[in-house]
C-alpha cells in the first residue's frame, strides 16, 4: 500500500486552467494534492510513495469518450462491458458514454439499469449508458427517456439508425429537453443511401459499389439545427463526415443555437482511396469520405466547430468482417488507438494540443452533463500518463478490445497511455 502517487517532472496540460507546464502532481486519498513544480519533492524518499518519472510524460485530465459500443447485452462475442471498459481504461479514458443498438435495444430502464451495476460492479472506467430515442430504434414511439435518465442515462441515440421522421425528432427533442438530455443524432438519410457500401464518389464507381453521398447526411444536419432553434432543445451531431455538415454546424453557431457535434479519429485520418483495396476493415458508417471533407473537419476542430473527438468504438468479429465487402457489417475499434493516432495529428500541427484535450475531455463532459476532468489542485484525481516517446507499430492483438477490426494495423505510431487513474486508483498501466 501506497500512501501517494507522485508524477514527477511531467507535462501537465489542461486547458481549462490555462495549463501547459512542467510539473509535479501529488495524487493522495483520491485527489489531486498538489501541483506546481517540484510539488513531489519532499516526498520523493518516502517508503509509502510511489514515483512516476518518465522522459517525455504528458499528462492529461482523463479522457471521456461519448461513443462507445460495447456490444452488451446481446453481442458479448464481440465486446463486453469488461473488456470495453479494460480497453477505455487502456485506451487513457474514464468515463465512455456506451451506444443503446445492443441486443435488444437499449431502450428501457431495466437495461440501463444492469449496465451501470455491471460497470459499478467491474470498476475502472465509469459507464454512462445513452437510451435510445425510439423504441426499438424503429423511428417511431418515443422510448421512455424518463425511466433511462433516472436509471443513469445521460442522453439518447438511434444510433446507426437516424430519426427520419420531423415529427418524430421534434417531439424526441422537446421530450429529452425538459430532462436536460441531449439528443445524438446518426445523421444518415436512408432514403438516399438503400444499399450504401462507400462514400459516393469516384471509388463507389470505380468499385461498382453503391454510394452513400454526403448530402444525405447534409439534409439531416440542416432539419435537425431548424427544428433544434424551433424546440429550443439541445442537440448533438454524431460522427460529422462531411464538409457540407461543417458548414451548416458553423452557420447554426454563430447564430447561437445549441447545437454540438463530435468527429472520430478515423473520420479526421482517412478517405475513400482506403477502400480500393475492398478492405472491409475501412468500412464504416457514415463512411470514409475525401480530402476536402478531412480537410473540413480538421479545421471545424480547431476552431471549435466540432466541439469534440468521440471514438464511435464499433467491434466485430472476424465472422462479420471476413467476409465480401457488401455483406461486411460497418464499424471500426477506436478506443485503445486515438491517443496514439491523434497525437501524430496534433504533432503534424493539424490542431493545437489544448484543442485537441479539451475535445476528450471539457467538451464532452459539458455535453452530457458529467463533472468536468481537471487538473486542479483538490480535484477528484481523474487523469492520463502518456509516454508521448514510445514508438511502436499498431497491433490488435496486444489490445484489450474483442475486436481486431481496424485499418491501422500496422501503422508506426509515437505514444502509449502509460498510466490511467480514475478517482486516483490506477485503472491500466503499461509502461515498456
Ligand atoms: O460504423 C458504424 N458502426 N457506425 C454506426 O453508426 C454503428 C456502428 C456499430 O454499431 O457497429
Known amino acids: 500500500m501506497t500512501d501517494a502517487l507522485v508524477l514527477r517532472r511531467v507535462r501537465a496540460v489542461d486547458p481549462s486552467l490555462a495549463l501547459d507546464a512542467e510539473v509535479d502532481i501529488v495524487i493522495e486519498r483520491g485527489r489531486i494534492a498538489r501541483i506546481g513544480p517540484d510539488a513531489g519533492a519532499a516526498l520523493l524518499k518516502s517508503e509509502r510513495v510511489r514515483v512516476v518519472e518518465l522522459d517525455g510524460a504528458l499528462v492529461l485530465p482523463g479522457l471521456i469518450d461519448l461513443h462507445a459500443h460495447v456490444r452488451e447485452p446481446g453481442q458479448e ?14 485506451g487513457g479514458f474514464v468515463d465512455i458514454c456506451v451506444m443503446p443498438n445492443t441486443k435488444p435495444v437499449n431502450d428501457t430502464r431495466a437495461i440501463t439499469e444492469m449496465l451501470v451495476a455491471k460497470a459499478k460492479n467491474i470498476g475502472g472506467t465509469r459507464l454512462h449508458p445513452i437510451g435510445a430515442i425510439t423504441v426499438g430504434l424503429k423511428g417511431e414511439k418515443l422510448a421512455e427517456m424518463a425511466d433511462m435518465r433516472d436509471a443513469g442515462a445521460v442522453g439518447v441515440s438511434d444510433d446507426g439508425r437516424c430519426v427520419m421522421s420531423s415529427a418524430v425528432m421534434r417531439r424526441a427533442l422537446e421530450y429529452a429537453s425538459t430532462f436536460g438530455m441531449p439528443v445524438i443524432q446518426h445523421c444518415e438519410d436512408h432514403t438516399l443511401t438503400e444499399g450504401a457500401q462507400v462514400h459516393e464518389g469516384a471509388v463507389s464507381t470505380k468499385l461498382g459499389l453503391r454510394g452513400w453521398p454526403r448530402v444525405a447526411e447534409d439534409i439531416i444536419v440542416a432539419r435537425d439545427v431548424l427544428l433544434t432553434e424551433y424546440t429550443g432543445a439541445r442537440y448533438h451531431v454524431a460522427h ?6 461543417v458548414r451548416i454546424l458553423r452557420e447554426a453557431k454563430h447564430r447561437g443555437i445549441a447545437v454540438t457535434a463530435e468527429v ?5 485520418l482517412l478517405t475513400h482511396e482506403r477502400v480500393l483495396g475492398y478492405d472491409t476493415a475501412c468500412k464504416v458508417n457514415p463512411p470514409l469520405r475525401e480530402d476536402e471533407d478531412v480537410e473540413a473537419l480538421r479545421g471545424a476542430l480547431a476552431d471549435g466547430t466540432i466541439d469534440c473527438i468521440a471514438t464511435d468504438h464499433a467491434p466485430h468479429s472476424s465472422l462479420e468482417k471476413d467476409c465480401e465487402f457488401s455483406e461486411a457489417a460497418p464499424g471500426m475499434i477506436g478506443l485503445e488507438l486515438c491517443v496514439p493516432l491523434l497525437l501524430g495529428l496534433v504533432k503534424a500541427g493539424a490542431f493545437p494540443m489544448a484543442r485537441f484535450v479539451d475535445a476528450l475531455t471539457a467538451a464532452p463532459a459539458k455535453i452530457v452533463g458529467l463533472d468536468r476532468p481537471t487538473l486542479r489542485e483538490g480535484a477528484r484525481a481523474d487523469l492520463v500518463l502518456i509516454d508521448t516517446k514510445a514508438k511502436y507499430v499498431i497491433d490488435p492483438s496486444r489490445m484489450r478490445t474483442k475486436g481486431r477490426n481496424t485499418p491501422f494495423t500496422g501503422v508506426p505510431v509515437e505514444g502509449r497511455v502509460a498510466l490511467t487513474v480514475a478517482a486516483g486508483q490506477i485503472i491500466h498501466e503499461a509502461f515498456a
Open 240 to 245: 460529422v463526415s462531411t464538409y457540407g455538415a
Open 77 to 90: 462475442y464481440k465486446e463486453d462491458v469488461r473488456s470495453g471498459l479494460a480497453a477505455a481504461a487502456a
Open 264 to 268: 472520430t479519429p478515423h473520420h479526421l
